[in-house]
């Protein structure tokens, strides 16, 4: 929220640079071309099939092959040639690729120097120093291919990786991925310009994950073709989407805000959006940093939905990506207003407010039978950064709500004082919940009179939400809730 107090600054983009990467994931084309496998450990049947099922002539020498390597030459003869000899330097002629499967120090390291002589990229299975490539474990869904590694620091962990994509990645990709190679060049001979090319594969993408299940149809392709065009020839294209992202852990995004992430050509993000959440876009898709944070350097409301819309009137789909919920204390009106002014198609994607998520991490109910019949987000922050005047004490002092009060960080002196002058119990459970939802979440637990004094003492920096009430408590220090429901009530017993 940007007060007149504070200082304005343009949209920053960010993420252009990409982390460090122990290893460059390429994929090798090694149809019809010389594999030379040099056989010796239990391992080596399996790498000359993995070859020889990327189309690789397999040169397998092994002096005494075991009869996994006997049985894959006899299957495969077309693909695998067994040498029953010791391995020659004249082996290694016109060789793409070199394994060595060899388990002798001596021998991998002679190996190794051989391949790297004739300039052949090496591995000898298991002694990363005589390795210039390294196989990760795959998902295959041919020609989809997913390869993963872990710089070979646990390869255990690759393969649960590996079967969790196996259970995430439906089998029907793969006939979306062999349809995208043979429909390439119909939609390239189709008079697309490029922009439309880019368009239709991106529908393309996103029927594939709606349809996972089967491969597309020739049908499909030609009104794709159709839809394409004819948004060429209207123009525009472009769209924002108001996403929530949920108060900080990952998990908590919501699938649609997941796809429209994976989908977006821009992200304008607040600073309280989790990076994990960033790191759904696609790596050429445009982050631009809007960040609105009390009391700190910000983008004006008027410049990010100004840049939005400018941005989806260009074209390009673009998501704004907001910590919590959208439609909570985001501005989200102002930001629905500017994009239908300058008709631009918006949708709004839920995320979890902070007011769950602490709740979640508290572990608590905002309600509970006979005791919380109401919940209530307010926020301590008016347009000018202040305490807004007009806040309805009576309902705040109400001891059957559920209180959470946004952006109250720098001002709970101020508001528990006035709030407990104007009849909220000061007994009244309440939380103060830092980064709720994150890893360095704190939790400061006290009452109503408490509560700002007990806050002083944390200091981790990040978000911080006030809950108050009575469904805060332990349950046992509230007894049954007929009890709980008598006129005395107000007086609390919880006193945490
Ligand atoms: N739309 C957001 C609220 C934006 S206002 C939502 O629905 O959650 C910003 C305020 O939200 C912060 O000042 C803080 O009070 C609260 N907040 C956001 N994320 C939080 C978190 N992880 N933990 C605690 N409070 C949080």
New binding site residues.
Partial sequence: MNGTSQRIRPPRETGARMGDLATLPVFLKLGGKTALVAGGSAGTAWKAELLAAAGAQVRLVWHEPDSEAVRLAADWPDRVTLLARALEPGDFDGAAIAIGALEDEAEGAAFAAAARARGIPVNVVDKPAFCDFQFGAIVNRSPLVIGISTDGGAPPLGQAVRSMIETLLPAGFAGWAKAAKAWRGRVMSAGLDGAARKAFWRRFAGLAMAHSDRPPCAVEREALLVEVERGATQGGGGSIALV?AG??DPELLTLKAVRLLREADVILYDD?VAEEALAFARREARKIHVGKR?GQISCAQGDISALAVTLALEGARVVRL?????L???RADEEIAAAKAAGVPIMIVN?V???F??AAALGVSLTRRGVARRVQFLTAHDADGEVPPSLHLPSIADPDATTCV????RKLDRIMSAWIAAGLHPDTPARF??????PDMRIVVSTAAGIAEAARGCTAE????LMLGLALGPSADLGPPSVAATPPRSATRDVA
């Fill in positions: 929530g108060p900080g309280l009390g907001k910590g919590g919920d959208p909570v204390f985001g995320g407010s902070a007011g998520g602490a946004y952006m109250a960080r919940v830092v980064n709720a939802t994150r990040g978000p911080g939400l």
